[in-house]
């Protein structure tokens, strides 16, 4: 009888874990999609950011804050088509590592202004609380990543 009784928490925590898993995955893929869109309805915010950044010349502002969004709503849609899942998930996870270094960047700069990483929809500054929100998408989207027994990359 014990031995049932651990047969079937194990099943029950695989089928939390699995739960886990895809709440993670269509999470990214929603803040994804929503940042995406924030940027290209109100891509000002990100470019006044962009303008803070002097190794970027200002010819590439535009450009940046063009290509961007529609790199994040590429990501999106590939995670939520599940198409190539694996790789999506792969550049995504280096999308948002670059997010982490710039916010941690924007923090020890000094940056006191909203990022414009949602638009005007969410306010974002620069600082402690970015850098924790930039750390847990990073490690979500890691540990989607790594986990090659994801049913939904499969």
Known sequence: MENITQIEKIKRSYKIEELLRLAGYYFI???L???GIAK???PVPLINTLKLIKIIPESLHILIATLLPVIEICFALLLLMK?????ALKLITLLFSIFLGFSIYGAIAGYGTDC???GNTVKSS????MIIRNT????ISFILMINSKLSITN
């Open 29 to 31: 893929a929603a803040v």
């Open 33 to 35: 999609l929503f940042s």
């Open 40 to 42: 290209i309805i109100d």
């Open 83 to 87: 198409i190539k899942p694996k790789i």
């Open 116 to 118: 414009g990483c949602f």
């Open 126 to 129: 620069f600082g402690l609380g």
């Open 136 to 139: 847990v998408f990073l490690i």
